[in-house]
């Protein structure tokens, strides 16, 4: 059974930190792609950050670029999501998702999905 298991999620002040964690079993974890989601209130889903197959390329939403950081720990089968100064409008449900394509940011590329965790800054 894949299992995908986001961590670190919480309250925070703004200009604040959290460390997201997404652990995985059931797949073969270096043969996937990996993405964080997010999904405000009223909002569509999002693609914030994507680490490739090979653990060699990476995306960021602009809206993220040079606060967040995405890394992987292959031994341990998770993916970290590293947000700094973290604003309000970075609130939302996020979620660690698995692809067997070497790379993406759209949706339909990921085929495994965690159940999410809550992110909620304030101002």
């Known amino acids: 059974e894949v299992q995908l298991v986001e961590s670190g999620g919480g309250l925070v002040q703004a200009g604040g930190s959290l460390r997201l964690s997404c652990a995985a079993s059931?797949?073969?974890?270096?043969?996937?792609?990996i993405g964080w989601f997010r999904q405000a209130p009223g909002k569509e889903r999002e693609a914030v950050s994507c680490i490739s197959r090979d653990r060699d390329e990476t995306y960021y939403v602009k809206s993220v670029k040079g606060r967040f950081t995405i890394s992987s720990d292959n031994a341990k089968n998770t993916v970290y999501l590293q947000m700094n100064s973290l604003k309000p409008e970075d609130t939302g449900v996020y979620y660690c998702?698995?692809?067997?394509?070497?790379?993406?940011?759209?949706?339909?590329?990921?085929?495994?999905w965690g159940q999410g965790t809550q992110v909620t800054v304030s101002s």
């Open positions: 998702a698995a692809s067997t394509f070497s790379m993406g940011n759209l949706e339909e590329f990921y085929g495994y």
């Open positions: 059931g797949i073969t974890f270096e043969n996937h792609a």
